[in-house]
């Protein structure tokens, strides 16, 4: 049986590609578990994550066969929530590479990445309360952070989809690629990142997602921590080497 998630490693990244093209990568139990061995292994070795889907799908939502039969207890121990969640806590970025349909669980996995980058056959939205529950894996909080209020009680409580372009408008997208320049858009993405301090970013990610009443001593510790590294003198150096030059 293929394995559900398949990895591309390197030095300052890794590949994550969903594997279930034959179910339009559908998030079944087998792929989150596979995912939060990734997670584990990022949190151990802090690199960028590029997830991206096989095939044209990035991952059309939960598996619903699957989905039928859960039931309370399923509810209550968070499946994909906690995954989301975890991913959403990663120490580097992470990269959302979205070609085709990005629905319910797939859209929530892609809402719980840093930065998101699509193709034009992009379709990215929440139909869960058509099939009688709700968007509960981070969309009914999230996504209004992400695009505000109005659009978010429209894609959630109205099924409203959005496509590359109106996704673009909204900076739900970063980007937009032809699909064939999806993974390297992800790749000079992660280039950029990739070029400055990973303590600084790591931080800076985690500052950025802190609660508003850690504010502002977390940012002095975090600054603190910074102000003691080896990497910051180096950096300022060379810096004021160049500018003297």
């Given at each position: 049986m293929p394995e559900p998630v398949l990895l591309e490693q390197a030095d300052d990244r890794v590949v994550v590609r969903l594997n279930r093209p034959q179910a339009r990568n559908a998030i079944d139990q087998e792929m989150v578990d596979a995912l939060h061995e990734v997670c584990a292994g990022l949190e151990a070795d802090p690199r960028i994550a590029l997830i991206i889907g096989e095939g044209s799908t990035f991952a059309a939502g939960a598996d619903i066969a699957a989905l039928r039969e859960r039931r309370r207890a399923d509810a209550l121990r968070g499946i994909n929530s906690a995954l989301f969640d975890r991913i959403r806590r990663l120490p580097m970025p992470t990269i959302a590479l979205i070609d085709g349909y990005a629905l319910g669980g797939g859209a929530e996995l892609a809402y719980a990445c840093d930065f998101r980058i699509g193709t034009p056959s992009v379709k990215i939205g929440n139909p869960e309360i058509g099939l009688g529950i709700l968007a509960a894996a981070g969309a009914s909080w999230r996504l209004a952070e992400l695009?505000?209020?109005?659009?978010?009680?429209?894609?959630?409580?109205?099924?409203?989809?959005?496509?590359?372009?109106?996704?673009?408008?909204?900076?739900?997208?970063?980007?937009?690629?032809e699909a064939a320049e999806l993974?390297?858009?992800?790749?000079?993405?992660?280039?950029?990142?990739?070029?400055?301090?990973?303590?600084?970013?790591?931080?800076t990610k985690r500052v950025f997602h802190a609660p508003r009443e850690a504010h502002p001593l977390i940012d002095d510790i975090a600054q603190a921590v910074l102000f003691e590294t080896e990497e910051k003198q180096e950096r300022m150096t060379a810096f004021l080497e160049r500018k003297r030059s």
């Open positions: 695009v505000g209020e109005p659009l978010a009680k429209e894609i959630l409580l109205a099924g409203r989809v959005l496509g590359a372009d109106e996704a673009l408008a909204v900076r739900l997208l970063t980007e937009v690629v993974l390297a858009a992800g790749h000079r993405l992660a280039d950029r990142i990739g070029r400055n301090a990973p303590l600084a970013v790591q931080l």
